[in-house]
């Protein structure tokens, strides 16, 4: 397998409504900014990769069709990805795999939501007839599990308000981040309604519009940037629907996490990672996959949180860029994850750069918690 | 009382405004569609141009430069209840707009359709009328620039349930749940199904299920949603008794705040009448009053 590294990192403003450009504008917006730091035009690329979330989240069938030349992909090789909520990594990770595999020499992958152009919660809620309508949104879909994991931990209460403050508190360091809310404390996050018992308001993601891209390279074909060399990547699915499936700690993520691991060369992920980017779009999430990722044993991940263990100065830091709690560009959420991880190890991430990262973990889950998408980047040649 | 009668004062016929070179050419412009300003001798464009310059009191220079048709608006006020002199029959802004290229900027009407879609850096253009005679009302208003279109979306299916969901829904008309047990790993699935997830083989073994069942998990849902029961409901994983994978059910006949994960519940069936291939025919899930399970 070749190496791959990750040579230009784009983002857009995240933000509730960017009535200021088309989807086009949008997505051209974050892969201009990717090729200039990696210091490449239109032409430099030999492939495309884009990704976004189900066609009825904006109503535009086979996006990609449409967004083909607006990403300079005319004559060349494109391709979307879909994995739901995941589908940020796993389009990262397509693109990768194409310089992995020595297809390409350098790919730009891109990956969007523009959720002001319609409703999320509306796409998420079909309702097919034969069925009873009874799931609203995702939230609707986790609360029961985020429940479980709550009575099977014996987590307190105020674990789901710690990692809302940490996370949002991160973000006011984050040029990008959407939801910047100063001064946001435990008090206040309890005072907002419950949508989905055991779900707050301020438990839960922000609908964003936004896109995120990257420019994924093999060892020739590097630029004068900082590369963040991928060093471990490997995607996970699993049945929604299969007896005995444990949808609190589904195997999906420990798989998928123990490959990368097993690439990485890595054993102990709290003491050898350095800073991780993960899909956390509820705030009891973090505790969920701090266990299901191996940094916690099962049913003391909460006790990491509470510890601020996984805060920007703990020892473990956790979404250090606010993560999918203050920004959500749904088909986007999981590639800034991966982005994030990249600069952190470029050591190009600003105020909210973790001194002296050297490894980083990025993950995307998505679906009924069934898709899962994950790569470790480090500063180092593998 | 005082008595109180209507008079008119309105001079025949109009009276007569000489528009001078500069406000003429202005006029003249705009019957043709054109908007013009003039330049002053220190580089600045008047719109709507003046003969002098309102700074200097010096004569303007006699260079008209086109500008707009494009403007932004600097500053408004709605007029909520427009009078019978007033250029729109409906709520519009009275809008301060600088035209692309003026440095003045020109008093019309902004027709938003909406107070808030009015704000300072708003981009408009003018709505020409057809007939034009050389006055400020040939533009009978502005309009916003298009920024964003609706597009309606909407794809009809028929829709079939496969043989598997078919199946289970005879068995939910005559009030009965209809699982299947996997020949392989002996897991029973229920809605029934034709295929285990687990072992990928072939499942032909029909259950019949009790409508009895343990909640393991729940939600409380307060996000009111058209298609969905009246918040605040309880959205239950519950697992039928003899089944190993929980269905999603609405729980029933008891406070949301109430429902606890081990609770014991059964299905209460639609009366007969209203009963067919469809989950409607189950109502909810309502406790049965026995011990919870240990979960
Ligand atoms: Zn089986």
């Known amino acids: 397998m070749n190496r791959c590294a990750v040579i230009g990192v784009g983002q857009t403003r995240y933000t509730t409504r960017r009535r200021d450009v088309s989807l086009a504008g949008l997505v051209r917006e974050a892969a201009l900014r990717a090729l200039e730091d990696a210091g490449l035009t239109w032409k430099d690329i030999d492939a495309v990769v884009i990704g976004k979330a189900p066609d009825l989240f904006e109503g535009v069938m086979m996006p990609e069709a449409y967004l083909a030349d607006a990403l300079g992909a005319a004559g060349k ?85 710690l990692v809302a403050v940490k996370d949002r508190r991160n973000a006011l360091r984050n040029p990008y981040a959407h939801l910047r809310i100063p001064g946001i404390d ?197 | 009382m005082i008595p109180r009668t209507r008079h008119v004062l309105e001079f025949p016929g109009g009276y007569t405004r000489t528009t001078g070179p500069v406000i003429g050419r202005f006029l003249t412009e705009l019957r043709d569609r054109r908007l013009v300003g003039v330049r002053t001798a220190t580089g600045r464009t008047l719109v709507p141009p003046l003969e002098y310059d309102p700074d200097t009191g010096d004569a303007v220079t006699g260079e008209f430069v086109e500008v707009g048709p494009a403007g932004t608006v600097e500053s408004w006020s709605w007029a909520g209840s427009p009078r019978a002199g007033h250029p729109l029959d409906r709520p519009f802004a009275w809008a301060l707009i600088r035209l692309d290229g003026a440095d003045t900027s020109l008093l019309h009407a902004v027709d938003a359709g909406d107070v808030r879609a009015m704000r300072p850096g708003l981009r408009v253009r003018p709505r020409w009328r057809a007939e034009r005679t050389g006055r400020v009302t040939d533009i009978e208003c502005f309009v916003p620039e298009v920024t964003a279109m609706t597009a309606s979306v909407r794809v009809e299916y028929t829709v079939t349930p496969g043989l598997a969901l078919a199946h289970f829904l005879s068995g939910i008309a005559r009030g009965v749940f209809l699982g299947s047990r996997c020949g392989s790993c002996g897991k029973v699935y229920v809605p029934y199904r034709l295929s285990c997830p687990e072992c990928g083989v072939a499942v032909t073994e029909e259950v019949e299920l009790p409508g009895t069942g343990t909640v393991t998990t729940f939600a409380i849902n307060n996000l009111p949603d058209p298609r969905a029961p009246e918040v605040p409901f309880v959205s239950a994983y519950v697992l039928l008794d003899g089944a190993d994978i929980p269905m999603i059910v609405l729980i029933g006949e008891i406070p949301a705040h109430e429902v606890r994960e081990g609770m014991r519940v059964r299905a209460v069936w639609a009366p007969e009448s209203g009963r067919g291939p469809s989950m409607d025919s189950v109502r909810w899930f309502a406790p049965t009053g026995e011990p919870d399970e240990e979960v």
Request: with cysteine; proline share 6%.
């Open chain 1, 77 to 161: 090789p494109m391709m979307r990805v879909h994995t739901a909520g995941s589908v940020g990594g796993s389009t990262a990770l397509a693109g990768a795999s194409l310089v992995q595999g020595g297809v390409h020499g350098r790919v730009l992958t891109v990956a969007f939501e523009k959720q002001s152009e319609s409703n999320a919660t509306w796409a998420l809620s079909t309702h097919l007839p034969f069925s009873a309508s009874l799931v609203v949104g995702a939230g609707g879909y986790f609360a029961p599990h985020i429940r479980e994991y709550i009575r099977r931990s014996g987590a307190p209460d105020h674990v789901g308000t």
């Open chain 1, 186 to 382: 435990r008090a206040m996050v309890e005072a907002t309604p419950m949508l989905w018992e055991p779900i707050r308001y301020l438990e839960t993601c922000p609908s964003s519009d936004g896109a995120c891209a990257m420019v994924l390279a093999a060892e020739d074909r590097l630029t004068g940037s900082v590369p963040a060399w991928v060093l471990g990547a490997a995607m996970r699915s699993e049945p929604i629907f299969r007896a005995g499936r444990d949808t609190v700690n589904p195997r999906g993520g420990r798989d998928c996490a123990a490959d990368v691991y097993r690439q990485a060369g890595i054993t102990d992920p709290r003491r050898e990672i350095d800073v991780a980017e993960v899909y956390v779009p509820f705030s009891w999430y973090e505790p969920m996959w701090l266990e299901n990722l191996g940094f916690a044993p099962e049913g003391e991940g909460w006790k990491l949180t509470e510890s601020g263990a996984t805060a920007l100065d703990g020892d473990i830091p956790w979404n250090a860029s606010g993560g999918v709690l203050s920004s959500n560009p749904i088909g986007a959420s999981g590639m800034i994850r991966f982005a994030e991880a990249a600069l952190q190890v470029r050591g190009m991430a600003g105020e909210h750069q973790v001194d002296g990262a050297r490894r980083a973990l990025g993950h995307a889950y998505g679906g009924g918690a069934q898709f899962f998408a994950m790569w470790m980047v480090g500063s180092d040649r593998p």
